[in-house]
């Protein structure tokens, strides 16, 4: 018999504001001059991806978009490469948020590594048609990592929605 690491406790509804400072941590955690730890995963591809999977109705391809050409700047990176990576894993992670679901966080996690595969590719190819100098094979060791870390930051993200375990009678839900 496996394990089960699901709760029987009821989420709340995410709130808005909460899904808003989510994605502005994980930007300026992208902005944090970490260029010398090739393994440090792209933060707002991770955040986006959790939040177009649980709640794509919310966060989408705009959020992707905006969020993409705020790192193009900082980065001083070709315009429009973060923007048509996290696009792209944005609308992926929507049309397979139903399926992902279903699973358990390990094999969800196994789900979430091609999506920011698709970021990294996609990067690294918008990166390659002008010739500008190519990074070396630990540029993809960041997936990894953020798959890694899909399971602490389901926890954190979803943090805030838990209802409290013992039930007030005076609080309808």
Do not use: K
């Not at 196994?110 to 500008?132: D, K, S, T, Y």
């Amino acid at each position: 018999m496996q394990p089960t690491f699901s709760s029987s406790r009821i989420l709340q509804p995410v709130r808005p504001w909460f899904i808003v400072a989510s994605l502005l941590v994980a930007l300026v955690l992208n902005f944090l001059p970490t260029d010398a730890w090739f393994w440090m995963p792209d933060w707002v591809a991770l955040v986006l991806i959790f939040w177009s999977i649980r709640e794509p109705r919310h966060v989408g391809m705009g959020w992707g978009f905006v969020l993409g050409v705020a790192m193009d700047v900082a980065d001083a990176s070709l315009m429009g490469q973060h923007a048509l990576a996290y696009v792209l894993a944005t609308y992926a992670a929507a049309a397979l948020s139903r399926r992902i679901l279903w699973f358990p966080l390990g094999q969800q996690a196994l789900h979430v590594l091609p999506l920011l595969l698709i970021v990294q590719c996609v990067q690294f190819a918008v990166r390659a048609m002008p010739g500008i100098e190519l990074p070396g094979w630990g540029y993809f060791i960041g997936p990894f990592v953020g798959t890694l870390l899909w399971w602490p930051l389901t926890f954190i993200l979803l943090l805030p929605q838990f209802q409290p375990v013992d039930h007030d009678a005076n609080r309808p839900i």
